[in-house]
């Protein structure tokens, strides 16, 4: 008996193991895939001697092909363009879209072929792990040469893993170190052309074409079909803070020398000479959707420059503090300069945005939107997505640095109905350690909300803040690896694959390849999907009912004995012949017979009982899944009378204990017929009437 009932314990647990356990080998498979990755041959070579301190020396290099995905933070020492440059984007982190330009080290560059790499002697001073994805301090010495040569490492020299490209580097930092990890908080690329490649296009369209450019020059070809060389002697990147990027370069045929910047509007109008046009220019663009930026040039004496360069050089070689002491070396340029023009890009949305956030806002999904664009980019964003209606007010949060400021600003938001709420990523940190639960509170009450300038922790931060004061669900859509901690923090995450990466599908609960796919997934086979588990609980929780009803019924019966109605006729069939064997040996006969009551006759009356019962029991959990199903499948159907057949077949391996005879007669078939139809036709008519005369909201969308 015991065997029995263990075979039948452990096959249940098996059975309900095998989704669970598909799910996680697909899991295991595909963990194991990127994990395995070839990433490149690995040379290793004889390094130098470091002074000590954060300085480590190179002994090996990691060769990477095309489209291979940097498995680590490394310093960029040679790449097999011949520009000697290569471009890529941090989406990935912090969500920016714009291509960021990396440079290999000069001296590495400059070798011949690759395999010179291996005879140099080397060491490299990096900087300790740290969460900053926009800055770097390092060096780079060589001492093979007399006497050593060092190089200053920043940003630009940097390749964080999960970047594409073809390079040569060293790798820096791995695991747990690495940029993109630091910036997940709570763990359970190569796309399509940016701002940049889109202003090259348009300015080929108006006839001056970029013929070619490399890391020490650029040539291009005016309207006239004229050849101007330029000598590029000094780049200055884009960084988060800075928010410009900027270029010294020198005219070849006259030699001029002019320094030409870019960035955002909100920094450059305090850098570029006064106007009376830029603010509103740059609202009006802003509010058409477009990315703003402002270009500005100024020219530079020889004299000048030389003195600019010798200072540049030396901040760069520091240490301590290098970022402040660069900055103020370039800012020294970045006084009075002359405005060029304005730029705009265009993000345009994915097909069938609208609609699907119309679909959700329908279903009483109120949405919210965490992006790491600036506020009127964002602002408008939401507006041409119909995340904001267009007869919707809208609060701009104004910024705020203290706690004083953020209660003036919460009060005037707090006077506001029925508006949409758009607030920086820094006003919200300031509004989240002062007023936490009043911040969420009017928050929460709002139609759709925007949060603009948003880091990847922020982000998670915000969806475990909605969990906490709702109470509700959250279900988080990412594309990029910068909405990772976003997705493991949500109840439901999902993960759109595409240009961006795979790293916001690999963390998610589902993936999808359109924005537009989400209302369907939600909509359809979210809803299906409830209601098929809703009735599953309904099915064991009623199964489990009619067992402990007809259980207690038996024991009313039979004087309250501690037998188990079903399991248990295994047991008094065995204790029938142990008491035989009792009474032969003389071990209390009476005993046994006060509590089998008579076991001959009790035996065979509960034998009906549990076939009657039990058959009864089979045939109506079939009929109540058959008359569920709305949508029939032939591996439905399959099932049903696999299921049917099995409990027959049951019957003839349980012939010992069950009377076959009595399952044949007339008496048995009109009784479990009466007790089917008893317990499924009252359930069904009062689900008949409720449709009849209360339908549902959405039957009038089917009918």
């Known amino acids: 008996i015991f065997p029995k009932s263990v075979l039948a314990t452990y096959s249940k647990i098996f059975i309900s193991f095998i989704p669970e356990s598909f799910q996680h080998l697909n899991t295991v498979l595909a963990d194991r895939f990127m994990g395995n990755r070839l990433v490149g041959p690995r040379a290793r070579v004889g390094g130098g001697n470091p002074p000590g301190g954060g300085a480590c020396p190179v002994t090996g290099f990691l060769f990477?092909?095309?489209?291979?995905?940097?498995?680590?933070?490394?310093?960029?020492?040679?790449?097999?363009?011949?520009?000697?440059?290569?471009?890529?984007?941090?989406?990935?982190?912090?969500?920016?879209?714009?291509?960021?330009?990396?440079?290999?080290?000069?001296?590495?560059?400059?070798?011949?072929?690759?395999?010179?790499?291996?005879?140099?002697?080397?060491?490299v001073y990096a900087e300790e792990p740290n969460i900053d994805i926009h800055h770097f301090v390092g060096t780079f010495t060589r001492e093979d040469s007399d006497p050593p040569v060092s190089e200053s490492l920043g940003i630009e020299n940097t390749l964080w893993a999960g970047t594409v490209c073809t390079v040569v580097g060293v790798v820096l930092y791995t695991g747990r170190e690495l940029r993109s990890v630091m910036n997940t908080s709570n763990p359970r690329s190569k796309v399509c052309a940016g701002s940049r490649v889109a202003l090259v296009q348009w300015t080929e369209s108006v006839g001056l074409t970029l013929v070619g450019r490399d890391q020490s020059s650029m040539q291009l070809r005016t309207p006239g079909d004229q050849i101007l060389n330029f000598t590029i002697l000094q780049l200055f990147p884009f960084t988060y803070e800075s928010k410009r990027m900027g270029i010294i370069v020198r005219d070849e045929s006259t030699g001029e020398i002019t320094f030409y910047m870019k960035g955002a509007d909100v920094v450059m109008a305090g850098i570029v000479q006064y106007n009376d046009w830029l603010d509103e220019e740059c609202g009006n663009m802003a509010r058409e959707g477009l990315r703003v930026l402002v270009v500005a040039k100024k020219c530079l004496a020889e004299e000048q420059y030389q003195d600019f360069e010798a200072r540049y050089v030396q901040a760069k070689l520091s240490v301590h503090d290098r970022s402040l002491k660069v900055a103020t070396v370039i800012e020294s340029l970045e006084m009075e300069m002359e405005l060029l023009c304005l730029t705009g890009v265009e993000d345009q949305l994915q097909a069938d945005v609208r609609p699907t956030l119309e679909t959700l806002r329908n279903a009483g999904i109120k949405v919210w939107m965490l992006t790491g664009d600036k506020l009127e980019t964002a602002t408008c964003t939401a507006k041409n997505a119909h995340l904001v209606t267009r007869n919707q007010d809208i609060h701009v949060f104004r910024l705020v640095s203290n706690r004083g400021e953020a209660h003036l600003e919460l009060n005037a938001f707090r006077r506001k109905h029925d508006c949409a709420l758009v607030i920086s990523g820094d006003s919200l940190e300031v509004c989240l350690k002062y007023y936490e639960y009043e911040f969420m509170e009017l928050a929460c009450q709002c139609p759709a909300v925007v949060c603009c300038r948003c880091a990847p922790t922020q982000k998670a931060q915000i969806v475990r803040l909605l969990q906490e004061r709702t109470g509700k669900l959250t279900c988080a859509v990412g594309d990029g690896g910068n909405d990772v901690s976003m997705i493991q923090e949500s109840d439901c995450g999902v993960g759109v694959e595409g240009k961006e990466g795979k790293q916001a599908s690999l963390a998610a609960d589902f993936s999808i390849t359109q924005f537009r796919h989400l209302g369907r997934l939600?909509?359809?086979?979210?809803?299906?999907?409830?209601?098929?588990?809703?009735?599953?609980?309904?099915?064991?929780?009623?199964?489990?009912?009619?067992?402990?009803?007809?259980?207690?019924?038996?024991?009313?019966?039979f004087y309250f004995a501690s037998v188990p109605l079903y399991q248990g006729f295994l047991i008094i069939g065995c204790l029938a012949q142990s008491a035989g064997r009792g009474q032969?040996?003389?071990?209390?006969?009476?005993?046994?017979?006060?509590?089998?009551?008579?076991?001959?006759?009790?035996?065979?009356?509960?034998?009906?009982?549990?076939?009657?019962?039990?058959?009864?029991?089979?045939?109506?959990?079939?009929?109540?899944?058959?008359?569920?199903?709305q949508t029939w499948h032939w591996l439905m159907t399959v099932a049903e009378l696999l299921s049917l057949a099995c409990y027959i077949a049951?019957?003839?391996?349980?012939?010992?204990?069950?009377?076959?005879?009595?399952?044949?007669?007339?008496?048995?078939?009109?009784?479990?017929?009466?007790?089917?139809?008893?317990?499924?036709?009252?359930?069904?008519?009062?689900?008949?009437?409720?449709?009849?005369?209360?339908?549902p909201s959405y039957s009038k969308l089917t009918s």
């Open 522 to 557: 939600l909509m359809v086979h979210g809803r299906n999907s409830y209601k098929r588990s809703a009735a599953l609980s309904q099915f064991v929780i009623h199964r489990s009912l009619c067992i402990s009803t007809m259980q207690a019924v038996f024991s009313s019966v």
């Open 584 to 629: 032969e040996g003389g071990r209390g006969p009476r005993k046994w017979h006060t509590v089998t009551c008579s076991a001959p006759l009790c035996l065979s009356e509960f034998v009906h009982i549990v076939a009657i019962s039990f058959t009864s029991l089979i045939l109506t959990e079939l009929l109540m899944v058959a008359l569920t199903i």
């Open 650 to 695: 049951s019957l003839v391996f349980l012939h010992e204990f069950i009377d076959v005879y009595f399952i044949a007669t007339l008496s048995f078939l009109w009784k479990v017929s009466v007790i089917t139809l008893v317990s499924c036709l009252p359930l069904y008519v009062l689900k008949y009437l409720r449709r009849r005369f209360s339908p």
């Open 64 to 123: 990477m092909t095309q489209n291979q995905r940097v498995p680590a933070d490394m310093i960029f020492l040679r790449t097999s363009e011949k520009n000697g440059s290569c471009f890529l984007r941090t989406d990935q982190l912090d969500g920016e879209t714009d291509w960021k330009l990396r440079l290999p080290v000069a001296g590495t560059q400059r070798l011949p072929t690759a395999a010179d790499l291996l005879q140099v002697r080397s060491y």
